[in-house]
């Protein structure tokens, strides 16, 4: 079988891969998946259906082997979902349908009960579409597990199905998340790189999904790397006290003094470098527990891009827009 473009479907012999009759037309708009029950006797195809009123909507549509229309169609998933993946389990009784969409309820994997080709209420909700969805084969040595691949997330979920055998039916248990990447301590980072003319901008510089905005037109070359979170970056530098009083446990800096820093940091703070102080900060009992993404007023990891100096006037005011005084970016 071959999933086709306009929602049709073609059935192909075994022998030779040869066509069998003409494409079946599923009346939907897009087919973007199907698997076959394991003992290949029926297909399950996912649908993108339209209608003039509501808009877009989700179908599987269940063929037996050959057919040339469905013997039964399995609807009433949320409004706003759209099947993305298909697979059946190793015992043929149940198929997992994972959606995608713009509705509230997207991003979860259904449950089909195949005896009776009706939805089940019960859902698994890996935190994003996954057009990856994988099930142990029913001969394997270790235990039955499903594995689901988030669109937007670095990282590999692990599942165990077996809730979904009890009565009544629960969603499979979630076992481990697992973040992919080389391992250890790294962080993602992302670079849109001013080469040439063009120019773009990243919103956020460390998610493993970022969309990219043109700013100018022009090649803009980006680049992703995993870096040793415990060590500064190319672009950064670190405010930090003398190894011998930061290993003292009791010691404490005053808000007052980190303040002074920071306006120490303001005045004389160079272009194109991200200064942090996170180590410092720990033993500032106000802000000890914040992160590196706090406001850049507490923690300045602010991105000096532009030389403009304020005016010797008017001493900056922190609390003020940094945009009145110099150029930066987060």
């Given at each position: 079988m071959v999933l086709l473009d306009g929602g049709r479907i073609q059935w192909l012999d075994r022998p030779g891969l040869a066509l069998r009759n003409d494409p079946v037309d599923t009346g939907a708009v897009d087919t973007p998946a199907a698997v076959f029950s394991p003992d290949g006797t029926r297909l399950y195809v996912a649908c993108v259906?339209?209608?003039?009123?509501t808009g877009r909507s989700g179908a599987v549509q269940r063929y037996a082997a050959g057919a040339r229309a469905p013997e039964a169609t399995i609807d009433r998933f949320p409004r706003g979902t759209l099947p993305v993946a298909l697979r059946t389990a190793p015992n043929a009784a149940f198929v997992y349908v994972a959606t995608a969409g713009n509705g509230i309820a997207t991003g979860r994997v259904h449950l089909i009960d195949a005896a009776t080709g009706t939805l089940l209420p019960t859902v698994f909700a890996p935190g994003g579409a996954c057009p990856a969805l994988a099930l142990s084969p029913g001969a394997a040595?270790?235990?039955?597990c499903v594995l689901a691949a988030p669109r937007h997330e670095a990282a590999l979920l692990l599942a165990d199905p077996a809730p979904v055998t009890e009565t009544p039916a629960r969603p499979p248990r979630l076992v481990s998340r697992r973040p992919l990447g080389p391992g250890g301590e790294q962080e993602l980072v992302w670079w849109a790189l001013p080469e040439g003319?063009?120019?773009?901008?990243?919103?956020?510089?460390?998610?493993p999904f970022v969309p990219c905005k043109g700013m100018a037109p022009g090649l803009v070359p980006l680049r992703a790397g995993d870096f040793d979170a415990n060590r500064l970056r190319p672009h950064q530098c670190e405010v930090r006290l003398d190894p011998r009083l930061e290993a003292l446990p009791d010691l404490r800096v005053s808000k007052d003094r980190y303040d002074l820093l920071l306006n120490i940091l303001n005045w004389f703070h160079p272009v194109g470098v991200e200064i942090r102080t996170r180590r410092l900060r720990r033993h500032v009992p106000e802000l000890s527990g914040a992160d590196d993404d706090s406001t850049p007023a507490y923690t300045f990891p602010t991105y000096r891009t532009a030389d403009r100096h304020p005016s010797r006037l008017t001493h900056p005011d922190k609390d003020k827009d940094k945009d009145d005084d110099i150029s930066v970016r987060p």
């Open positions: 259906l339209e209608a003039p009123t040595r270790y235990r039955p003319p063009g120019l773009a901008e990243l919103p956020s510089t460390n998610r």
